[in-house]
């Protein structure tokens, strides 16, 4: 009679906590599955998927992928971008309110495929806000799963899960990382040989320049994708009325969005230039004054591209 294994749900940033957090459990003889959950303002460790879905796939752990970019969940978790319950960081940033929905989300799917563990790749103390002890339990209890989330790096450290009393995990195999130093983690990397990208990119809504793009569209009723899509790119002017494009790859980018969506309209200069992106024509005259001030030689005349 072959026994079935515990499946454990591994919340994957693409990072190498979160690595190491499947190969540790994985050791415990669990089935391991991950799950990337996609925001609109970006925030895991990793932005490329096809390193993410690559190392799931060498790992034998099974990735599900959520999306909150697109669609309802967008709409979701652009709520909670206006109204935070529980306060923001040092810019736009809902830190709390936002590991509350990945864990809510990650619960609904472990739900959805009978994982009866759920575990993050969270070290204690590694973050000074948001991974202390109190900061780490409010998150999880907010969320509906009070000693339900399990964290294998410093489990020894942290209070015992319901997965532990159970006999589902053994608290002696877990680790007692704590703090901002990472030697652990990257010796733990070469024993399991994997690799991992630097950290890097992180939430744009820490980022106070980049939230003066995104507070103006708060203030709408209805914030499309293609609104945060566009804050991405070029010179803001006019609180997004009209956006330029800075360079060549920018002006493509422009263009790549107004096909994506079908939506808005392209001023084109005939001469090298910044290609300016409006949603409405009345900003047509403005948006062509600001090509010609953007740009390095007199424009003669100007392509209108509509969607």
């Known amino acids: ?51 993410i879905f690559n190392f799931s796939q060498v790992s034998g752990a099974k990735l599900h992928t959520i999306d909150a970019s697109k669609g309802d969940l967008f709409q979701e978790y652009i709520e909670i971008i206006r109204k935070p319950k529980h306060g923001r960081g040092t810019a736009l940033n809902p830190c709390k309110d936002c590991k509350i929905f990945l864990f809510k989300k990650a619960k609904e799917l472990a739900d959805e495929i009978g994982a009866e563990i759920i575990a993050t790749g969270e070290v204690l103390d590694q973050r000074p806000m948001s991974q202390r002890k109190p900061a780490l339990l409010f998150d999880e209890k907010k969320a509906g799963l009070e000693n339900k ?71 709408k009723p209805n914030i499309t994708e293609q609104d945060i899509d566009l804050t991405t790119v070029g010179r803001y002017l006019n609180n997004g009325k009209i956006i330029l494009g800075i360079n060549k790859d920018e002006n493509n980018m422009l263009e790549t969005i107004q096909k994506k969506y079908k939506q808005g309209i392209l001023i084109v200069p005939q001469e090298p230039g910044p290609t300016a992106f409006i949603q409405d024509k009345k900003y047509l005259e403005e948006a062509k004054e600001y090509i010609c001030k953007y740009s390095k030689q007199q424009t003669k005349g100007f392509e209108i591209k509509k969607a």
């Open 149 to 219: 989330i399990l964290r294998p790096l410093s489990g020894k450290i942290l209070p015992p899960t319901e997965y532990e009393k159970k006999g589902l995990i053994d608290r002696e195999k877990m680790l007692d990382i704590q703090g901002r130093q990472r030697k652990v983690q990257m010796e733990l990397a070469k024993k399991y040989k994997i690799k991992y990208p630097m950290p890097g990119g992180g939430c744009l809504l820490c980022e106070k320049a980049y939230c003066k793009k995104i507070k103006p569209l708060l203030e």
């Open 1 to 51: 009679m072959v026994t079935k294994k515990t499946k454990a749900l591994v919340l994957f940033s693409g990072g190498l906590d979160s690595r190491l957090a499947i190969k540790l459990l994985q050791e415990q003889n669990l089935d391991v599955e991950a799950v990337f959950i996609k925001l609109p303002f970006g925030g895991g460790c990793c932005n490329n998927f096809s390193c």
